[in-house]
């Protein structure tokens, strides 16, 4: 298995702040990365795919890189909605998701 | 709009057998461009995805559950399912089905069902 690290494992923030999360694979997983959102009670949305691409619908706000072992997703200014817990995940092999990352309101 | 419903029971005894069915409207199954797919996350806890499925029935398995875990596709019915066998207090767990979007070797989970809560419990 490929185990996915996530830092922090959460954060305090406020409104208009600019964020980063990290994500740390097990292995070389070229660009295989995606990063979900998920609110309390609710699934997880895909943000990111591919590392880097956003998907259909999220904001510009909201940006990832990385490629081999080291990802991050930035979010530019943050707004009230997007304090939520946050997953990366490698589709390299079989899928493994990271541990998470709470963003909280400062 | 592709949605993803779970259905099924909502307790299940030790060492019984979870059964969970995800009919798909606004989209297919039968289709070669994504897999059918079941993640799991226990309560407080992180996600884990348990397997998937191809319109065609070819399967990949979390090789940690592979020994106990069945996911079969119902093309006619436009639905897809699971089964956990020998289940313990440690399969509780929210249960999503969730559809996975091939993207050449990669690929991502595009939609995602509201989840089916689970609790084994005698």
């Known amino acids: 298995d490929i185990q996915m690290t996530q830092s922090p494992s959460s954060l305090s923030a406020s409104v208009g702040d600019r964020i980063t999360i990290s994500c740390r694979a097990s292995?070389?997983?070229?660009?295989?990365l995606n990063w979900y959102q998920q609110k309390p009670g609710k699934a997880p949305k895909l943000l990111i795919y591919v590392a880097s691409y956003l998907q259909s619908g999220v904001p510009s706000t909201f940006s990832g890189n990385g490629s081999g072992t080291d990802f991050t997703l930035t979010v530019s200014s943050l707004q009230p909605e997007d304090f939520a817990t946050y997953y990366c995940?490698?589709?390299?092999?079989?899928?493994?998701f990271g541990q998470g990352t709470k963003v909280e309101i400062k | 709009q592709v949605q993803l419903q779970e259905s099924g029971p909502g307790l299940v005894k030790p060492s019984e057998t979870l059964s969970l069915t995800c009919t798909v409207s606004g989209g297919s199954v039968n289709s070669v461009s994504y897999y059918w797919s079941w993640i799991r996350q226990p309560p407080g806890k992180g996600l884990e995805w348990i397997g998937s499925?191809?319109?065609?029935?070819?399967?990949d398995y979390n090789p940690s559950l592979k020994s106990r875990v069945t996911i079969s596709v119902d093309t006619s019915k436009n639905r897809f399912s699971l089964r956990l066998s020998s289940v313990t207090a440690a399969d509780t767990a929210l249960y999503y089905c969730?559809?996975?979007?091939?993207?050449?070797?990669?690929?991502?989970?595009?939609?995602w069902g509201q989840g089916n809560l689970v609790t084994v419990s005698s």
């Open positions: 499925i191809s319109y065609s029935g070819s399967t």
């Open positions: 995940q490698q589709s390299f092999s079989s899928p493994t």
């Open positions: 969730a559809r996975f979007r091939r993207m050449g070797a990669n690929g991502s989970f595009d939609y």
């Open positions: 292995q070389s997983i070229s660009n295989f």
